[in-house]
């Protein structure tokens, strides 16, 4: 079986800092692109950003310009840098992984999420 398991999150102040991360485990052959999304109280959940294996990346516009995701392939971790938060940006984070592949299979994995709290 495979796990994505985040961490980071905290409560902070509007204008400061986080840094979340996300590590696959488990017997993975490879992983595609891979994505953050998050979820406020009562809300849909939402896009926030993609990062393929390459590097490259996507953001929502709420958080381009404020947030950074990246990825280190040999740990099977991405990584969101949040910067200049706002209240706004409170929710529960989440990992997602539409493509692990593993001996056995294929997978779609959700990690279990990371609550960011901003406020004064």
């Known amino acids: 079986q495979v796990q994505l398991m985040e961490s980071g999150g905290d409560l902070v102040q509007p204008g400061g800092s986080l840094r979340l991360s996300c590590a696959a485990s488990g017997s993975i052959v490879s992983i595609n692109a891979m994505h953050w999304y998050r979820q406020a109280p009562g809300k849909e959940r939402e896009f926030v950003t993609t990062?393929?294996?390459?590097?490259?990346?996507v953001y929502a516009d709420s958080v381009r310009g404020r947030f950074t995701s990246s990825r280190d392939n040999g740990k099977n971790t991405i990584y969101l840098q949040m910067n200049n938060l706002k209240p706004e940006d409170t929710a529960v984070y989440y990992c997602?992984?539409?493509?692990?592949?593993?001996?056995?299979?294929?997978?779609?994995?959700w990690g279990q999420g990371t609550l960011v709290t901003v406020s004064s």
């Open positions: 997602y992984a539409p493509r692990v592949v593993t001996s056995r299979g294929a997978l779609e994995v």
């Open positions: 990062v393929t294996p390459l590097g490259s990346t």
